[in-house]
């Protein structure tokens, strides 16, 4: 009996051993890895994953979705602006395909339209010529661009651009009119030049009508990498581009490139409260189709580190196809945006 309970003492632990020691480095190494992790999916979060500049479009059409009316915001002159949006969209136009006689007729409609207002050119001409795909037997491309000097920044420059070219024809001869792209944002654009031509902006103005968008905005990209003069060497701080400014479905405009510059939110929080438009943030990040941060004219920009904003709708059912005519659109409506456009230049504080 006494060796049996001599050997139950022999299996109790010293009085002396603890049974968490052997834990002791590993709890040591922890309590010093793990703010240097913390820190470190902190600055992950921070500074490599895309940021939210703003709430979800659901969220956004939410709180617009009774937004009140008020009287509307008219300072552009409507009467051309329908005008040249009729001409643009209109048969003898045949689509603005370039190497074709509609777009001849389209390039010469911005011109005489420039002329009229008195825009300054670059180089002593206000066509900018350039060579792209080959389009109709033809790698002829034109922008046509104007600017209009500052009064108070005059060595600064923002660029306000449209394209003007769309897809012609199909094999059938059918007409892609393309009134909601882009002649909705060129007659616009017309629009803009004529004002600022006599109330200047507080910064220098170029109006860029762009041709050669639809084969891969190629008029856009040789502005960008060709934007010197003889006589000037613009600062360009700035590219609002309009592309598709009618048709938004239950009056929404969509105002993309937040997200890649969020300083400029406080445009669209300044302006939702004066326009009928719903004035909705999104489509400019996460890649993909619905990503346009590589859609349109503003590419270029983007690709240069300006700061850019892309006013538009979302693609409607006639979206490249012969039906997007001038007859679906909204009078009322466009004309409501092109003044937004107006407004968020007088908003903008670079």
Same mark, same amino acid.
């Given at each position: 009996?006494?060796?049996? #309970?001599?050997?139950?003492?022999?299996?109790? =632990?010293?009085?002396?051993?603890?049974?968490?020691?052997?834990?002791?480095?590993?709890?040591?190494?922890?309590?010093?890895?793990?703010?240097?992790?913390?820190?470190?999916?902190?600055?992950?979060? @921070?500074?490599?994953?895309?940021?939210? %500049? &703003?709430?979800?479009?659901?969220?956004?059409?939410?709180?617009?979705?009774?937004?009140? %009316?008020?009287?509307?915001?008219?300072?552009?002159?409507?009467?051309?602006?329908?005008?040249?949006?009729?001409?643009?969209?209109?048969? %003898?136009?045949? $689509?603005?395909?370039?190497?074709?006689?509609?777009?001849?007729?389209?390039?010469?409609?911005?011109?005489?339209?420039?002329?009229?207002?008195?825009?300054?050119?670059?180089?002593?001409?206000?066509?900018?010529?350039?060579? $792209? @795909?080959?389009?109709?037997?033809? +790698?002829? $491309?034109?922008? #046509?661009?104007?600017?209009?000097?500052?009064?108070?920044? =005059?060595?600064?420059?923002?660029?306000?651009?449209?394209?003007?070219?769309?897809?012609?024809?199909?094999?059938?001869?059918?007409?892609?009119?393309?009134?909601?792209?882009?002649?909705?944002?060129?007659?616009?654009?017309?629009? +803009?030049?004529?004002?600022?031509?006599? /109330?200047?902006?507080?910064?220098?103005?170029?109006?860029?009508?762009?041709?050669?968008?639809?084969? $891969?905005?190629?008029?856009?990209?040789?502005?960008?990498?060709?934007?010197?003069?003889?006589?000037?060497?613009? @600062?360009?701080?700035?590219?609002?581009?309009?592309?598709?400014?009618?048709?938004?479905?239950?009056?929404?405009?969509?105002?993309?490139?937040?997200?890649?510059? =969020? %300083?400029?939110?406080?445009?669209?929080?300044?302006?939702?409260?004066?326009?009928?438009?719903? #004035?909705?943030?999104?489509?400019?990040?996460?890649?993909? &189709?619905?990503?346009?941060?590589?859609?349109?004219?503003? &590419?270029?920009? /983007?690709? @240069?580190? #300006?700061?850019?904003? /892309?006013?538009?709708?979302?693609?409607?059912?006639? &979206?490249?196809?012969?039906?997007?005519?001038?007859?679906?659109?909204?009078?009322?409506? /466009?004309?409501?945006?092109?003044? +937004?456009?107006?407004?968020?230049?007088?908003?903008?504080? +670079?």
């Amino acid at each position: 009996m006494a060796k049996a #309970i001599e050997n139950t003492k022999s299996t109790f =632990p010293s009085p002396r051993f603890k049974p968490w020691a052997r834990f002791k480095p590993w709890v040591r190494k922890t309590i010093i890895i793990l703010p240097v992790i913390t820190v470190a999916i902190l600055l992950i979060v @921070k500074y490599l994953l895309p940021q939210q %500049s &703003y709430p979800s479009v659901s969220k956004q059409r939410k709180t617009l979705k009774n937004k009140p %009316s008020i009287t509307p915001f008219r300072v552009l002159d409507s009467v051309q602006i329908v005008d040249d949006l009729k001409f643009l969209s209109g048969d %003898s136009c045949a $689509g603005r395909q370039p190497g074709t006689k509609g777009h001849r007729l389209a390039v010469n409609r911005i011109l005489m339209r420039m002329r009229q207002s008195a825009l300054d050119s670059f180089n002593s001409s206000l066509i900018q010529n350039f060579e $792209g @795909k080959i389009i109709n037997m033809s +790698l002829k $491309g034109q922008n #046509i661009v104007g600017w209009v000097r500052g009064t108070a920044h =005059p060595d600064k420059f923002i660029v306000i651009s449209a394209h003007y070219d769309h897809i012609g024809k199909d094999e059938n001869g059918n007409i892609f009119y393309g009134a909601s792209d882009n002649a909705s944002g060129s007659a616009c654009l017309l629009a +803009l030049a004529k004002h600022f031509k006599q /109330y200047p902006h507080a910064y220098s103005l170029i109006f860029a009508a762009f041709d050669r968008e639809e084969s $891969g905005m190629e008029g856009a990209t040789y502005f960008v990498e060709n934007n010197s003069s003889d006589t000037l060497q613009p @600062k360009i701080i700035f590219n609002l581009n309009l592309d598709m400014i009618a048709r938004g479905a239950d009056r929404e405009l969509f105002v993309s490139g937040i997200s890649h510059n =969020p %300083s400029l939110k406080y445009i669209v929080d300044e302006l939702q409260q004066k326009t009928n438009s719903k #004035i909705l943030m999104g489509h400019d990040r996460g890649g993909g &189709y619905h990503d346009w941060t590589d859609k349109s004219d503003h &590419y270029p920009f /983007y690709e @240069k580190h #300006i700061p850019f904003l /892309y006013l538009g709708t979302e693609d409607h059912p006639d &979206y490249h196809k012969t039906t997007d005519s001038f007859d679906k659109i909204d009078l009322n409506d /466009y004309i409501e945006n092109c003044n +937004l456009a107006f407004q968020m230049l007088l908003a903008i504080k +670079l």
